[in-house]
């Protein structure tokens, strides 16, 4: 169930806004908080709504309950979970003021934490200081406790209270009287924090803390001494390192050399946020951390209650203890008489879903966009709220779930030639991530990707991840380029046996999955003679056949192979007739292509019948279609001498019209040692050497006419 509220200080804007429906203006809406999820019914209304601060860059629960009657001086206490089950009390006063009693012990040097707090420059929402300080002596607060914690009318002044900070506490105790006061003070859900030396075997009175901070009565554990060292860490990251100051994991922090005497019990439910890195000086005793105990910690909490190792340097200090020290001091401040707050505990720790990739339509497929998208994924958390009346009853809210998701900040990718490479993701010390290379602009979550070719790409990797706003790191989603693609190029490409290119590339679009199929076309003066895909192996391919490509699934290039044909027009001329003599009306040739330089050097052979006459003034010529040899580039022509005849020479010329004005050799066989252009004309003559009859020569008829010899 989803409730919906209107919040009390929009009041005036929901007036207007009904004066403004009732005028006509009805785009304008009411403003509404839309409330966390009820779990549990309780005895007055809470609710709880996921918000973001864009100045911390956080998340935050932005938490509302209704006002209790008779409220006493205790007033609220907020308590949070993360599991449903177990609650913990947690700070309920962000970003507002708080007030901090600091009880020093007489030492004058001991009086420190006000500056020290003064001289972090923290400040409230209206530019106050966060942490407010008052001091008093121990001697003056043991005169009179009560005095300094509450007011005329006997409510708390302070919302936490600080003993510290000296070596051995200046050798002071609480007394009998001011024990009640500080045991009535915490018990209210107020804060208290001790510093060094203070809950210690040698102090009855603050020793009586023992058991809430979960440290030993005595120093003299059988094995065990205390540690001491001037550098701690961040061992939990939880909501105490998290405001004013983050402090990240692992965060190592130097501090004044301190130790400890209280070792910290394992059964106890107390706490540690921050231990010593190693232990040193007049305290290097072996570091011990077994089932029943530790003795190697500097800060622990319970609940309200807290202890810090601050202290034992005279009245030292640095950067880093101090912001340990506020943080602590803020957090232990549990209580409030306000009916509303902002948690900023929460934090979206779950990581976005993996990103979902597609091409935007509409573009040149060498100049691919891509669409990245990804929903991020929230947190649960719990909340409800105590409050103690003045008639000693308390009342329990509503427990109330809510989402705690920071929205997606944008993308991570790398584009590499191998199928599985992990984006590299950047942090700085506190975990942010700080190389995002696709970022997004809410309420948009998608980014697009540009300057991709997708041809040139097409094999190429796509790793990316998506990043929300809280740091946290999807899945890396793998995905080939070419898998995105809807339709593949297919380039055609039509190149002579030399791969010199002899028409233009034809690109043809298939769609991915589907076949391609093409027969080559027909080239003037070419003939077909193969095919390459790509960097495959060339294969045959004859006129009429058709190259099949099944279920194209990338960009490819298909090459054409064609062969250039030499035309040789050739006839043979009887030079003189006889009446007793046979005109040959046939002739016969043997052409070969021959090694330019070396004439016995034959490529190919081809023995062809071509037109036998008289010379005529509009000479027939027979065609003969020869197949370009790139290492053949010379032809020698022989022809069947028939009896009764001789060779007289021949005619050759590169153009038909000028041929016969072409000079006459007669003392070789036709040549042509270089071929240069396509076609040529050639005219073999004849002479008969007898006028008698005689029969035709039968040779012929034993000839293999118009078969190529290779």
Known sequence: M??????????????????????????????????????????????????????????????????????ASTGYTLYQSTDGTKFEPIPI?????????????????????????????????????????????????????????????????????????????????????????TRAFSDSGRGVLFGHDTVYFAKPQFMKYAKDLGVTTTSSVPGVAGVGHNQVRVIDNGYL?????????????????????????????????????????????????????????????NQNVAMIQTGHSGGQSTPDEQKIIANTLYNLAQVSQDNFTDDFTVK???????????????KPVEELELSITANDKGTPYQWYVEAETKVGTNKISDTVEEEIISDMAGYIYEIDDNPTTLPKVEVDEYGKIKNINLPVTLPNKKAILTGLDGVADANKWLHIVAVDRAHNVSEVKHLQIKDLL????????????????????????????????????????????????????????????????TAVSNHHQVAFIYQKINKLHVRQVITEAYDQLVLPKTGFVTVNQIDGNNELQIGAQLNSKILSELEIATPNFTEISL??????????????????????????????????????????????????????????YLSPTSESPRPYSGQSQQLEIGTLIP
């Open 486 to 549: 809807p339709a593949f190029q297919i380039k055609q490409k039509y190149t002579d046996v030399d791969d010199v290119e002899i028409k233009p590339v034809v690109t043809e679009m298939v769609t991915a999955k589907e076949n391609y199929q093409v027969t080559p076309p027909v080239i003037a003066g070419y003939l077909i003679t193969g095919y390459q895909i790509d960097k495959e192996a060339r294969q045959k391919l004859d006129e009429n056949e058709t190259v099949t490509i």
């Open 2 to 71: 989803r409730i919906k509220i209107v919040r009390k200080r929009n009041k005036l804007k929901l007036f207007g806004l009904i004066l403004l429906i009732f005028t006509g203006l009805q785009s304008i809406q009411p403003l509404h908080i839309e409330a966390s999820h009820v779990i549990k019914k309780g005895d007055f209304k809470l609710t709880a709504e996921n918000k973001w601060d864009a100045v911390e860059e956080k998340n935050y629960a932005e938490l509302h309950w209704d006002q209790v009657e008779n409220l």
């Open 93 to 181: 006063n962000y970003r507002k003021k708080i007030n901090v009693l600091n009880i020093y012990p007489d030492v004058a040097a001991s009086n420190t934490l006000k500056g020290w707090m003064d001289g972090l420059g923290l400040k409230d929402v209206h530019g106050d200081s966060l942490i407010q300080v008052t001091a008093c002596s121990i001697t003056e607060f043991n005169a009179n406790p009560n005095a300094y914690l509450k007011d005329s009318a006997g409510n708390y002044k302070y919302d936490v209270m600080m003993f510290g900070s000296w070596d051995v506490y200046g050798g002071k105790d609480l007394t009998e009287q001011s024990y009640a006061a």
């Open 627 to 684: 197949r370009k040899l790139t290492a053949y580039q010379g032809m020698s022509i022989k022809p069947m001498i028939p009896s009764y005849y001789t060779y007289a020479g021949y005619r050759l010329s590169q153009t038909k019209e000028d041929h016969l004005a072409t000079p006459l050799i007669t003392d070789s066989w036709p040549l042509v040692k270089a071929v240069k252009d396509q076609e040529y004309w050639l005219t073999i």
């Open 241 to 301: 390192m998290k405001y004013p100051f983050e402090l990240k994991n692992n965060m190592e922090l130097t501090i004044p050399y301190t130790h400890i005497l209280q070792h910290k019990l394992k059964a106890n439910q107390s706490k540690i946020w921050l231990n010593f890195t190693g232990s040193s000086s007049i305290y290097a005793n072996p570091i011990i951390d077994n089932a029943t105990l530790t003795n190697n910690w500097y800060l622990i909490t």
């Open 348 to 362: 979206d720790s779950k990581a976005p879903d993996i990103p979902d990739v597609s091409i935007i339509a509409g």
